[in-house]
């Protein structure tokens, strides 16, 4: 008793309050001088006829659906007696004590038909049992038979044994035909908890050689490993025997060796066979309580699935990670500043080359003295027009290349762009001074006379010596409208020379104001790219920097997190291998209670 106690107390320790409550039960029972055999065995196989064959009374199997008899508890009485007992739910323990309102008693003199009547009463299903009490020698003792239905599973078979408070189990089996491998799973799995179990080969008078059966049946057993005893019997010669009081046919049945059997249980029952189920009873327990122990400990074996070690291994990577998108990011932000500046340098050129072939253009026919108050204000105005629209398109550059380089981030850093997007001049042209007009010579009346005088003169020589061929005069008609000729082209001449000198003039200072506005604009794009860039540069540092600081404190908490948890690991473990100990000794003391059943 000391030793399934300390089992008790162990399973409550371990939070198993159903295995405790189940030992509970069962060392109440090995306490009571009673031994309640159980008789179960898959269906057809003759337990009700063993049963009445061995207390010679029909009371088990007596209703007319055979297997589906309700089970019989047959004990001793000086008088014969019987009640229909309904228990309150299928669970509950069949040697607990109930009142009268759940005992309906029964007729012994006609137990069928009193028992059908009764049970006729009952709702479908209701969790009942019979209570036989008869006057037999063998019963005297202290023996309680049990006519238990037909089991075929091993859940079905231990919670019957348990709940009907069994301290040994009869597996019946009909001699000529081996057991199953299902019964052999269920009489293993019986004989592991009810030492002594004996498997009854039935019907023996059927089959002409039981004895080899029986043979078979022990080896078979033996090479499963299951610790059973093995006997045939004969319930129809026992019954016969009984009647003609044969002695010799009643040994032929072999219900002697088995009524000697139960009683050498009957009497073992307060030591030895206590003892053995104390034992078998420990064991079980102590080797359910083992299994988590054994698989936790397997577990913590493997640091590779520990959460924290695992969110250490991943917060290091994360690390690594911000580390190289550092390198990354400043890479991306310096290669993109380079073709930005390249990029833009050429938009503007390219621009500016367009508004100066417009330019030249216009002055291919416009004349600069008449038309350069038209030309002025469009110039300004182009390029204004073309300082805002380099400098919006540099901004849309500037943006992308900040995303450009955010993605360089990991993906898990979140939104890094910063708030506002950095901003680039736009103004630069604001205050844009016009340009003047450039210096013109005026082709005054005196150099209009002057120019077509010379010209004229030239004009009357020619014509005026052409004429003296004639015998006309040096001055004459003719020589005077040849030099007004002459005048008048020269004068056109000139007037065409100084336009083109003025065009020429005023395409030289344009090209000269555009170069200048070109530097302008190009040297505000480059100060404006450098200021985004020192912008986004010193942004994504200090979201470096606070990834990465967030990192180093992820980190630490992960390593004092992976220390603890080391340290708690080791501190299981060391505690599962103590228990593992102490669940060792109890069950080198439960060998020991078996050992000395079995001496």
Same mark, same amino acid.
Request: aromatic share 4%; charged share 25%; hydrophobic share 45%.
């Given at each position: ?52 064959? =061995? ?19 047959? $004990? ?14 299928? &669970?509950?323990? %069949? ?23 009764? *049970? ?37 078979? /231990? ?11 009869? %597996? ?18 019986? !004989? ?42 004969? !319930? ?10 044969? #002695? ?68 290091? /990577? ?21 073709? =930005? ?29 008449? !038309? %350069?108050? #038209? ?18 398109? =540099?901004?849309?550059?500037? #943006? %992308?290349?900040?995303?450009? &380089? *955010? ?15 950095? &901003?680039?001049?736009?103004? !630069? ?23 077509? =005088? $010379? ?81 986004? /540069? ?22 004092? *997190? ?6 708690? /690991? ?7 291998? &103590? ?21």
């Amino acid at each position: 008793m000391d030793t399934i106690d300390a089992v008790i107390r162990t399973c409550h320790t371990h939070g198993r309050p159903d295995l405790a409550e189940q030992l509970t039960r069962r060392r109440g029972r090995l306490l009571h001088p009673e031994l309640r055999v159980l008789v179960t065995g898959t269906a057809q196989q003759g337990r009700s006829r063993l049963v009445n064959a =061995l207390i010679n009374a029909p009371v088990c199997g007596i209703l007319p659906d055979g297997d589906a008899a309700l089970p019989v508890v047959v $004990r001793h009485a000086a008088a014969p007696a019987a009640h229909l007992i309904r228990r309150e739910s299928p &669970t509950v323990d %069949w040697t607990v004590a109930v009142g009268m309102q759940a005992r309906t008693p029964l007729a012994p003199e006609r137990l069928g038909a009193s028992l059908a009547e009764a *049970a006729a009463t009952l709702p479908a299903g209701a969790p009942v049992h019979v209570d036989v009490a008869v006057p037999r020698s063998l019963l005297a003792g202290g023996l309680v038979l049990i006519d238990g239905p037909a089991l075929h599973s091993v859940a079905e078979a /231990r919670d019957l044994a348990d709940r009907a408070g069994a301290d040994l189990v009869l %597996w019946t089996c009909e001699a000529g035909r081996q057991l199953s491998d299902a019964e052999l799973g269920v009489v293993s799995a019986l !004989s592991q908890v009810f030492p002594g179990l004996l498997v009854v080969l039935t019907k023996a008078d059927y089959t002409a050689d039981w004895r080899h059966d029986l043979a078979e049946s022990r080896q078979r057993l033996n090479r499963a490993g299951i610790a059973a005893a093995v006997t045939a019997v004969s !319930s129809s010669l026992r019954v016969h025997a009984v009647r003609a009081g044969d #002695e010799a046919l009643n040994k032929e049945s072999g219900f002697t060796d088995l009524i000697v059997y139960l009683r050498q249980m009957v009497e073992a029952k307060p030591d030895r066979l206590a003892r053995a189920a104390a034992g078998a009873l420990s064991r079980m327990a102590l080797q359910e309580l083992a299994v988590p122990l054994h698989a936790e400990l397997a577990n913590q074996d493997d640091d590779g699935s520990s959460e924290t070690v695992a969110h250490l291994q991943a917060t290091h /990577r994360r690390l690594d990670e911000l580390r190289k998108s550092t390198v990354r990011w400043q890479n991306r932000l310096s290669d993109e500043v380079t073709d =930005l500046m390249s990029d833009i340098e050429h938009d503007l050129r390219d621009r500016v080359k367009a508004l100066l072939a417009e330019a030249d253009e216009f002055f291919t026919t416009a004349d600069p003295a008449k !038309s %350069w108050d #038209e030309f002025e204000p469009w110039l300004r105005q182009s390029l204004q027009d073309l300082a805002r629209t380099s400098m919006s398109w =540099l901004t849309e550059r500037t #943006e %992308w290349m900040a995303r450009r &380089t *955010a993605d360089m981030f990991p993906e898990d850093a979140g939104d890094v762009l910063p708030p506002a997007a950095p &901003t680039v001049g736009r103004d !630069s042209l604001a205050g844009l001074s016009g340009l003047d007009a450039p210096p013109v010579a005026e082709f005054t009346p005196g150099q209009k006379l002057f120019i077509g =005088l $010379r010209g004229s003169y030239g004009g009357i020589v020619m014509f005026g010596l052409a004429t003296t061929l004639a015998g006309m005069s040096l001055i004459n008609p003719i020589s005077i409208g040849g030099g007004a000729l002459f005048g008048g082209k020269s004068v056109r001449d000139e007037s065409k020379t100084l336009l083109k000198r003025r065009q020429a003039e005023a395409r030289v200072a344009v090209r000269q104001y555009v170069d200048d506005i070109f530097t302008k604009l190009n040297k505000d794009a480059r100060d404006s790219v450098r200021r985004v860039q020192r912008a986004l /540069r010193d942004h994504f540092t200090a979201v470096t920097e606070d990834l990465q600081e967030a990192a180093m404190e992820s980190l630490r908490d992960a390593k004092a *997190a992976a220390d603890r948890d080391a340290a708690a /690991r080791e501190l299981r473990g060391r505690n599962l291998r &103590t228990e593992l100990a102490r669940l060792t000794e109890l069950n080198t003391q439960a060998l020991a209670l078996s050992d000395r059943a079995r001496a």
